[in-house]
């Protein structure tokens, strides 16, 4: 046993594996997250639980009524998640998931470039805060004159992104 009060750091190869949200209504939130993003439906439990996926992993994404079947979303000023953070390989699949978001008439929140990223903010038909993103390199990631990261928040240029699709 140590004497030293800090726990040691978690293995950097840890990654969230999947995020689970409870919604109102199943075939609504697969119309959104598959029809509208694309994931892939990989099981499907009546009207009560779905999981979908990218590229074939068991699930990113579980959905369930178990809590929430008709519910409505929670209040503002209430606890819970604030946004589940979709991670895009490049910026022209960011670029199509925006082409997608644009063909299904859902609006955005908001569109920021954080200098590390460039993100969309909009909400699922639950309500659920979504960010869909992708990381620049970080060779390119802003820092300040001691090499800290100096992330920023400024507007995204919409129009660029969609002609990056």
């Given at each position: 046993?140590?004497?030293d009060p ?35 439906l ?26 929430s ?18 991670l ?34 909009l ?24 090499g ?18």
């Open positions: 046993m140590t004497d800090t726990p040691a750091a978690i293995d950097p190869g840890t990654r969230i594996g999947h995020v689970h949200l409870k919604v109102a209504e199943i075939d609504r939130a697969l119309a959104f997250y598959c029809g509208v993003l694309g994931f892939a990989t099981q499907r439990f009546g009207t009560q639980a779905a999981f979908v996926s990218a590229g074939g992993y068991h699930h990113h994404i579980g959905l369930n009524t178990w809590e079947a008709g519910g409505k979303p929670p209040a503002l000023g209430t606890t819970g998640l604030y946004h589940l953070a979709i895009y390989p490049t910026r022209r699949a960011l670029a199509d998931a925006l082409h997608r978001l644009d063909v299904a008439g859902i609006s955005l929140d908001g569109a920021s470039d954080h200098g590390v990223s460039e993100a969309l903010y909400r699922d038909p639950d309500g659920n805060g979504v960010e869909l993103y992708w990381d620049r390199p970080e060779a390119e990631w802003p820092r300040d004159n001691t800290n990261l100096a992330m920023i928040t400024r507007r995204l240029d919409l129009a660029a992104l969609r002609a990056a699709r």
